[in-house]
């Protein structure tokens, strides 16, 4: 595979600086709850959650589970249907819960697995975080609770997003350029 030309939107360092800012937002907000459990979307979301979970300071320890979702097939555009490869969740009823997302973009994916939790489990409270949100490109109304960045609409790749699962491992975020996913 030929090397496509990758700008860097944010380096390693600026989304470090953010994920600290959000998880002081998030550790005063979850000060007096109860045994959170904080959900990753894989597979996007892996490496957000990594870096997050480390900055987080609650008295209680943190659960974290993971689900997989899918609503992207290996192109741009999202295919409109959510497909849940993996959806292996422990009893978690009435628990407070933090989905974290890598993105949300047509608020797809968000809506069905807020929902699907909310049905499944009647949290406490439930809440989301995501490193990134494209609020041009909403099709379906989401609220994000923590937004790490708000980006315009372009496709991005690396810190865990990917252009038909290439790039994730890239340690900041990029803009491909001189390829299809520009
Ligand atoms: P939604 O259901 O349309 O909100 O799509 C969410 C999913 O689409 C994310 O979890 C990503 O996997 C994928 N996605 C959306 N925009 C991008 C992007 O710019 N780069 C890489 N993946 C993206
Ligand atoms: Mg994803």
Known sequence: MGQAKIDTLYSSEQIQARIKELAAEISKDYQGMEKPVVIGVMKGAIVFLADLIRH???PEPLQIEFVRLSSYGAATESSGNVQ???????NI???HI????DIVDSGRTAKF????LQGQFAPKSLRLAAFLDKPSRRVVPVDVDYVGFS???LFVVGYG???AENYRELPFLGVMKNGVAE
């Open 56 to 58: 987080i300071k609650t």
């Open 84 to 90: 849940t490869p993996y959806l292996e969740l422990p």
């Open 93 to 95: 009823s009435h628990r």
């Open 98 to 101: 933090l989905v974290v997302e």
């Open 113 to 116: 697995f807020l929902e699907y």
């Open 151 to 153: 980006i315009e609409d």
């Open 161 to 163: 997003l990917d252009y």
